[in-house]
């Protein structure tokens, strides 16, 4: 399930609350938004979603833990390599990072002097991305690029997992460069042009980024993740399962329940946490 880390959710404790029961009611991961203001009220409480992650980690045994996703643009990749083995240490190898060039342009860059144009937030990401890479060998690094410089790093500890930390890269599609990035890593998470919030992609849509993501890898063969933030009714289980067996035909690996205030009260959203995910069989 995907919870934000803004509005009521703004309180790392009841983000770890519902992890705990997302874990007493069979849900396979809790993924957290990295937002530190909104584009549309920039007084909206936000809370930091790393730290809620850490509680996360050690008052669960199971779940996979995520970022859902980082804007490496706004963040000195270094320091996200540090945080994410950290993180990865704590839950015992259940973290996943998920990158992207983010939202909010004037809210989380140009209000804090962070270049908001696109194109160089996209700059930025690649680099970083080859930064974590490098940082995670656990071998003397460098690296000099238009934006970052690394001189003589060398890393340690690794992180749990092998060979690194999963990473899963969002884009909007149908735009293409950010699905050939997503390609070069583990997975991806896309959204889609037209669709709006508390909407889902089509089965045939989420297919079409399969379809075009996995021509883009080099090594097809390799486990790469799809994830999509979906709605279920939760109700009617038989339904729900079944429409999510469509999107596992279609490619899906991860059916994100997204969760917020737009699914009603915070009590409401326990609720339906409680009720446990679609299971689609796959």
Request: with cysteine.
């Amino acid at each position: 399930m995907g919870l934000p880390n803004v509005r009521e959710y703004a309180d790392p404790r009841v983000l770890v609350e519902l992890a705990r029961e997302a874990e007493a009611a069979d849900w396979d991961g809790v993924f957290v938004w990295d937002h530190i203001a909104r584009e549309e009220d920039p007084s909206v409480p936000a809370t930091d979603p790393w730290i809620a992650l850490a509680a996360m980690a050690v008052r669960t045994q199971r779940v996979r833990l995520g970022i859902m996703v980082t804007p490496l643009a706004r963040r000195r990749p270094w320091k996200v390599a540090r945080e994410a083995v950290a993180l990865d240490t704590l839950c015992g190898g259940r973290f996943t990072l998920g990158v992207g060039l983010g939202g909010g342009a004037q809210a989380e860059f140009a209000a804090f002097g962070e270049p908001a144009d696109p194109r160089v937030r996209a700059e930025l990401l690649d680099e970083g991305l080859a930064i974590l890479d490098g940082l995670w060998s656990g071998e003397p690094f460098s690296f000099e690029g238009a934006h970052h410089r690394v001189t003589g790093a060398h890393f340690t500890p690794r992180a749990v997992q092998e060979p690194r930390v999963p990473v899963w890269v969002a884009g909007r599609w149908p735009n293409r460069r950010p699905f050939r990035r997503a390609a070069r890593w583990d997975g991806v998470f896309p959204v889609f042009e037209g669709v709006a919030s508390g909407q889902m992609a089509t089965p045939e849509q989420v297919a079409e980024v399969v379809s075009y993501t996995r021509s883009q890898r080099s090594d097809d063969g390799a486990a790469f993740d799809v994830a999509l933030e979906c709605v279920s009714a939760g109700e009617d289980r038989a339904a729900d399962a079944a429409l999510a067996a469509t999107y596992a035909d279609a490619g899906l690996t991860w059916w994100v329940e997204a969760l917020g205030w737009f699914r009603g009260p915070l009590e409401a959203v326990r609720e339906r946490v409680r009720r446990g995910p679609p299971q689609s069989g796959r």
